[in-house]
């Protein structure tokens, strides 16, 4: 009698726990006491909050109330083994986007109000690199062994420095090695770490086009849920990705989009109509948020360009490119400057874009910015996201560059559209950001008598840093053009409340 | 001697001679060589001085105008002699002084030489002390020239006498002006010791220090602190174009210092986590502003933002005692685009008949107005930007503010 009560609670307890692990977990593989075979890495797990493992709980407890009956005895012996492992996966946090957000939706319907829900959705935590038990089981888990670079620097422990293309070669010989990734989307990460592919939109477009070509050439295993097995075969991708080259933050927003269509498609449909579905609504994803965004801040943008004024810009972003050329075919004249740092050089690019159609131009580099922003009469820059506090999350150096334009009174313009914003909030750029190569630094091409640092990493004291991006504080901007208009940076987490939630509704 | 000027003005010219501290040596010593061999005449010997020194500097000043050190040292020459020509003629003062007196006994034949001397004493006093006006351009030809007249109608004695410290006086002018310039040079070779003797009391453990480019001070003040088992970590950006800041590094490095070179524009990420930025100049002017290599600026600015204290290092020889009008512009050199965009690159694209035009701008040097400058640590201590106007006062004097000679007629 007392051992069925113990079975009957250590049941109700295995039971409750059993469903806390997020819904790719089904009924089935409670039965199966070994690992998943490691050809298909498993999903992502993030930590969901109390709310929506409560919400998780209820619904699917009111649709396995019939066979809850079958399972008794099976599941309080494996059960214990599913525990275990199960917590393991659901404390691994990985740097990837917020997933919680698509189970809130999913469960929506269910007995929680909205509003509550949003309180408590706190943005995840990112991986920290300095946390070696994290650090161990990401590793194991990976497809891609990246060696760690030799003299890291310590203030950034928090973040991955990795020896910069060491595996390329090594990926490349497994192109068609590889089953658990697609093709396509295996194609978009060597491009990432060849560095071939850089900006936000255009990162985001080749990324979203890949998952496309993965979703149409997805088919449904038998008796498996479309719903399931596709967020999870997407995860998969996104942190093959991600090992790639770590995610910046405004592409967690499109894979949020993403996998908020996916958990939305109605359990009616068909393969097929699920599929064309889903490319459709990436195809419009792409279509409004980014080209047809990118028309309106020109748009905009072009009513602030006016005759005789001299724009400085910084970097290689594709809006404010479109924004000087499209000024410059409507007829005012202007000159531009245009302003490059190390180690990428990006603007040289651009200077030669901007030069073949006819812009006079001036360039110079960074450290003479104060030299030549007395001549400067405004500044436009692009953005890789807006942070809810107002902040800028863009390439390194425009920090600076809106620091002296503020210091000299000069008006900065930051151009982005609505789908880089984002809930988080940074105050340095310490915190969050991504060490690219630091051998970038110890060579100058084009400089051969510039050879001082050739044997950096014989020495134990030195180490280069190669920071990718910088945060930009509010006060230093003075208008932020987006698709929704021409905003001040306090109005950002407005934006953000207001149109995140719904337009990706639609 | 002439192949020495030579030599220098093309240095100088072709900007070879690096740093201001060798340029100063350089100057001082070529300096040091004219006045020894400057013939001096009876009367005027600072004057003839004066007018040598400056013939000479004028066209050391003209061949670089933008390496301030040589015009500093042409100024401080020139305060010595005037300081040297000064404490002579109060010491000769003191000295008639003592001789009417001791002359006093004899009163019948110098009955009119007290009332003379005395005469011959203000006159002096007038020459030397008082700043040369209209009115003492015009009084002292005849005043200087009584004097030997008066002291000839002496006694012979005293005449002779006279004459004889009149040219020992000479000889005497000429020795002290070239102590106190091999003074100077000796001071300009030991600046980097004396600033680096302060490092203890600014840098203490487990601090993080900015540079930016290299600048020798700055790499004797790091390592003198390190000396004193001072333990901190630099960051060093890289100082574009010239990319001095990995010579600096690889230095630190090589002495034991914990060093990270980071890119130009990552300075105002970075500065968050510094405690200190401490950078060299190439010049300090009058109001305290700082002529330093280009990037600086940006900076001080981030440095002020985030209330980092900003220290520059500068020797003595580097106080320049003008005002910075349109630094930017004046006292700035643009170096060749070559470094910043290679020959070849954009040719194909300015041929094409578009209308695009290409300005490359490669400037040397930022100006630092004195609002963002913390402290000036100098051979002498440290100083606030609001004093270093005092300091000129020290070093250099009014007159030699424009080292130009006046047109041949007046002299």
């Given at each position: 009698m007392a051992q069925i009560h113990i079975f009957l609670h250590a049941f109700i307890l295995f039971l409750s726990l059993f469903f806390v692990v997020t819904n790719e977990k089904k009924h089935e593989t409670v039965t199966e006491v070994c690992p998943n075979t490691p050809s298909v890495s498993p999903p992502l797990k993030s930590k969901t909050t109390k709310a929506e493992r409560r919400a998780l709980q209820e619904a699917q407890r009111a649709a396995k109330a019939a066979s809850k009956a079958n399972g008794n005895s099976a599941v309080a012996e494996s059960g214990k083994a599913a525990l275990a492992k199960s917590k393991n996966q659901s404390s691994l946090k990985k740097d990837g986007p917020p997933v919680t957000s698509e189970v809130t939706i999913d469960k929506k319907s269910g007995n929680r109000p909205p509003e509550k829900e949003r309180k408590k959705d706190a943005p995840p935590q990112r991986m920290q690199f300095d946390d070696q038990n994290r650090v161990g089981k990401a590793k194991r888990r990976a497809l891609v062994n990246q060696t760690e670079a030799k003299n890291r620097v310590e203030l950034f422990r928090h973040l991955p420095q990795y020896d910069h293309g060491s595996q390329l070669p090594n990926l490349e010989s497994k192109l068609f090695q590889l089953d658990s990734v697609h093709p396509a989307v295996f194609k978009v990460g060597l491009r990432y770490m060849a560095g071939d592919i850089s900006g936000v939109n255009a990162r985001c477009t080749e990324m979203l086009r890949a998952l496309q070509e993965a979703i149409i050439d997805y088919s449904t295993p038998p008796e498996k849920v479309l719903i399931r097995e596709l967020t999870a075969k997407i995860s998969s991708y996104i942190s093959f990705i991600n090992e790639c080259r770590p995610l910046s933050i405004s592409m967690g927003n499109a894979i949020r989009f993403v996998k908020r269509r996916i958990a939305k498609l109605p359990l009616s449909h068909t393969d097929v109509e699920a599929k064309t579905a889903l490319c459709s609504d990436i195809d419009r994803f792409i279509n409004e948020k980014i080209i047809i965004a990118d028309k309106v801040i020109v748009g905009h943008a072009s009513t602030k360009v006016r005759d005789g004024d001299v724009l400085l810009t910084y970097g290689l972003s594709c809006v404010v490119e479109m924004i000087l050329l499209s000024a410059h075919d409507v007829g005012k004249k202007f000159r531009v400057v245009v302003v490059d740092s190390r180690p990428k050089l990006e603007s040289q690019a651009l200077l030669n874009r901007l030069i073949a159609k006819g812009l006079s131009c001036t360039y110079t580099h960074i450290n003479a910015v104060s030299y030549i922003m007395h001549e400067v009469t405004k500044v436009f820059l692009g953005a890789s996201a807006v942070l809810s506090n107002g902040t800028v999350l863009s390439r390194v150096g425009t920090a600076c560059i809106a620091m002296v334009a503020h210091a000299f009174s000069v008006p900065v313009l930051i151009c982005c559209?609505?789908?880089?914003?984002?809930?988080r909030v940074l105050l340095d750029s310490i915190c969050c950001n991504e060490i690219g190569?630091?051998?970038?630094?110890a060579t100058v091409p084009g400089r051969m008598d510039i050879n001082y640092l050739e044997n950096w990493t014989n020495e134990e004291n030195l180490q280069l840093l190669n920071l990718m991006y910088d945060v930009t504080p509010s006060d230093y901007v003075s208008v932020i053009v987006t698709d929704h208009g021409m905003i001040p940076p306090t109005s950002v987490p407005v934006i953000v409340r207001e149109y995140g939630q719904e337009h990706y509704l639609i | 001697m002439l192949f020495l000027l030579m030599y220098l003005f093309i240095d100088l010219d072709a900007s070879k001679i690096e740093g201001s501290q060798a340029t100063a040596k350089q100057a001082a010593e070529l300096l040091r060589s004219v006045i020894s061999q400057q013939r001096l005449p009876q009367t005027h010997q600072a004057t003839a001085l004066i007018s040598a020194v400056r013939a000479v500097g004028e066209k050391l000043i003209a061949a670089n105008p933008v390496e301030l050190a040589v015009g500093n040292i042409v100024r401080r020459v020139l305060h010595i002699i005037r300081e040297e020509d000064l404490s002579l003629a109060t010491a000769a003062i003191d000295g008639l002084e003592l001789s009417a007196v001791s002359d006093d006994?004899?009163?019948?034949?110098?009955d009119d030489y007290p009332v003379l001397s005395a005469a011959a004493v203000a006159a002096a006093a007038r020459s030397t002390l008082r700043p040369p006006s209209l009115q003492t351009l015009l009084e002292d030809t005849p005043i200087s020239a009584a004097i030997p007249h008066t002291s000839s109608s002496g006694g012979d004695s005293e005449g002779k006498s006279r004459s004889v410290d009149k040219s020992s006086r000479g000889r005497k002018l000429k020795h002290d002006v070239i102590e106190a310039v091999n003074e100077l040079i000796q001071d300009i070779s030991t600046c980097y010791e004396q600033i680096a003797e302060q490092a203890v009391e600014h840098i203490h453990q487990n601090e993080v220090i900015l540079t930016l480019g290299s600048s020798k001070t700055v790499l004797e003040f790091l390592c003198a602190a390190k000396e004193k088992k001072r333990s901190f970590k630099v960051f060093v950006a890289e100082g574009a174009p010239r990319y001095q800041g990995h010579l600096l590094a690889k230095e630190l490095a090589a002495r034991g210092l914990q060093t990270t070179v980071i890119t130009d524009s990552a300075v105002f990420a970075m500065i968050s986590r510094v405690n200190m930025v401490i950078v060299g100049a190439h010049a300090v002017m009058a109001n305290g502003g700082v002529i330093a290599p280009v990037g600086l600026n940006m900076v001080a600015l981030a440095a002020q933002r985030h209330a980092v204290p900003f220290v520059v290092l500068a020797g003595s020889h580097k106080l320049c005692p003008l005002y910075p009008h349109n630094p930017e512009v004046l006292l700035n050199e643009l170096r060749s685009p070559s470094e910043l965009l290679?020959?070849?690159?954009?040719s194909d694209c300015m041929d094409s008949a578009s209308g695009g035009s290409l300005h490359v701008v490669n400037p040397t040097f930022d100006y630092v107005p004195p609002k963002l400058v913390s402290l000036f640590i100098t051979d002498t201590g440290g100083h606030n930007p609001s004093y270093m106007y005092r300091l000129i006062a020290d070093y250099y004097s009014a007159d030699d503010l424009v080292v130009k000679r006046r047109p041949a007629t007046t002299s």
């Open positions: 559209e609505a789908f880089k914003f984002h809930e190569d630091p051998g970038a630094l | 006994e004899d009163d019948v034949e110098r290679d020959f070849g690159e954009f």
